[in-house]
């Protein structure tokens, strides 16, 4: 069955450390996009990207790196960890060339930045 | 983009009853999608409709679109317990752009 499939389900990180979240799909789609959510909010587009090499910045990318390195595999890089970070951080795929594909998304990276 | 931004809006319902929740988009979009969220879990779409269709039926769900007055509402009739979930609505101004995810609306149905 296709999926996205985030790791790790949840990480504690101290101030200034880097991390890294993953996301791996099986859907065989070109876009890729990372959302973070904060308890009582929606979905903030952080990155995103339209198929392997390539990263775009989504409306919050400042404090976030991303890198594609194939069509599967998408990750969020946290250079210097903040607890401002601190948030539920969601992975999506969806197929760029379908006009009314949805997005499928993972269950999420619960990150704890202390 | 500003959405996330904005807290979730709250309804609480009893078992049985019927609810409907809105959604204002400020471009043009070519669908809505409406995504059920669960707790612990990312939001999966269970209702689309198409920007030439005024209503979309799925079992207990109904999805309207006016897109006059750039809206869109989502009801479930005879709500159960287990309807207890977030639901965000979501537009696509054009075929090939990005989703753009409304405040979205926690739903809790208790018995």
């Known amino acids: 069955e296709a999926a996205v499939t985030q790791s790790p389900r949840n990480k504690v990180a101290v101030t200034g450390g880097k991390v890294t979240l993953s996301c791996n799909q099986t859907?065989?789609?070109?876009?890729m996009y990372w959302y973070r959510q904060d308890t009582g909010h929606g979905l903030r587009l952080i990155h995103y990207?339209?198929?392997?090499?390539?990263?775009e910045k989504g409306d919050i990318p400042d404090g976030y790196k991303a890198s594609r390195p194939s069509q599967e595999n998408f990750s969020l890089i946290l250079e210097l960890a903040t607890p401002s970070q601190t948030s539920v951080y969601f992975c999506a795929s969806g197929d760029a060339w379908t006009a009314n594909s949805d997005y499928t998304f993972g269950s999420g990276t619960r990150l704890l930045v202390i | 983009s500003q959405w996330g931004e904005e807290n979730l809006q709250a309804l609480s319902i009893q078992e049985g009853e019927d609810v409907t929740m809105n959604c204002s988009y400020k471009t043009y979009t070519t669908v809505v999608h409406w995504y059920r969220q669960d707790s612990g879990r990312g939001p999966a779409l269970i209702i689309l409709?198409?920007?030439?269709?005024r209503e979309k039926r799925s079992g207990r769900l109904r999805a309207t679109l006016d897109t006059s007055s750039q809206s869109s509402s989502l009801s479930i009739t005879a709500a159960q317990c287990e309807d207890t979930a977030v639901y965000f609505c979501?537009?696509?101004?054009?075929?090939?752009?990005?989703?753009?995810f409304g405040q979205g609306t926690s739903l809790s149905v208790v018995p």
């Open positions: 990207s339209y198929g392997a090499g390539s990263t």
């Open positions: 979501a537009t696509k101004p054009s075929s090939f752009s990005k989703l753009v």
């Open positions: 859907n065989n789609h070109n876009n």
């Open positions: 409709i198409r920007s030439n269709e």
